[in-house]
């Protein structure tokens, strides 16, 4: 099956300053790259998610970018704000939740 | 908050016990999973139901069993047998698309 491998598993950056959180997968057929974002005490979010047949995708102050050929992918937040913090979770799946298969998470710490 | 309803929010079971944790949703959607997050981990797959009177084992449904009699809803019970049952549950859909997870709010599960 999938392994997907998420680093780092803590991040902190002082306000303003931009986040990279990285991940690889292990399934080459593997298509579809969701990003959940799970702020303390509540459920988690899809914030962004990418197809195979896209390199890069931007929505405002994220963008995760794919790299086909290494298998990895990498969420990027700039000009980050208090209220990022949260643990992120990166995910790969061939179609459908049922074969989704997330990271172990990144916990953002954004200091002001 | 709507959308997909968890229920307790905090349970306690005894040795030996079988627990039920409520999941109910009013999205409409035909497919609902169930999700074990333990700390530093990501979130694993147990059950999931792609429409009513059925339902498919995921990684880890050892221990675990569940019910889809009602497109709304999908229990899970946590028997004797999974030992290591402590663990925050989180309850999930997806519409039409079956990619995009809407989640519950979670149940934290502890041992007494």
């Known amino acids: 099956g999938e392994n997907v491998e998420q680093h780092p598993s803590t991040l902190s950056v002082q306000e303003g300053d931009s986040a990279v959180i990285k991940c690889t997968y292990s399934?080459?057929?593997?298509?579809?790259f969701p990003w959940y974002k799970q702020e303390l005490g509540k459920r988690p979010q899809l914030i962004i998610d990418i197809r195979s047949n896209v390199g890069e995708k931007k929505d405002q102050r994220i963008a995760v970018t794919l790299n086909k050929t290494a298998k990895h992918f990498s969420l990027h937040i700039t000009e980050t704000q208090p209220e990022d913090s949260a643990v992120y979770f990166c995910?790969?799946?061939?179609?459908?939740?049922?074969?989704?298969?997330f990271g172990t998470g990144t916990r953002l710490t954004v200091i002001p | 908050d709507g959308g997909i309803t968890q229920s307790p929010k905090y349970l306690f079971r005894k040795e030996g016990q079988n627990v039920t944790l409520s999941c109910e949703q009013n999205l409409n959607h035909d497919a609902m999973y169930w999700y074990r997050q333990d700390p530093g981990q990501g979130l694993r797959l147990i059950y999931y139901?792609?429409?009513?009177?059925?339902?498919q084992k995921g990684d880890i449904a050892e221990g675990y069993s569940v019910s889809r009699e009602k497109k709304e809803s999908f229990p899970l019970t946590v028997t004797s047998a999974q030992k290591n049952p402590t663990a925050f549950y989180l309850c999930a859909s997806t519409g039409t698309g079956r990619e995009k997870l809407f989640f519950g709010s979670g149940t934290q599960l502890s041992v007494l």
């Open positions: 399934d080459s057929a593997s298509n579809y």
């Open positions: 139901s792609q429409i009513v009177n059925d339902f």
């Open positions: 995910a790969a799946s061939q179609g459908g939740a049922n074969n989704l298969f």
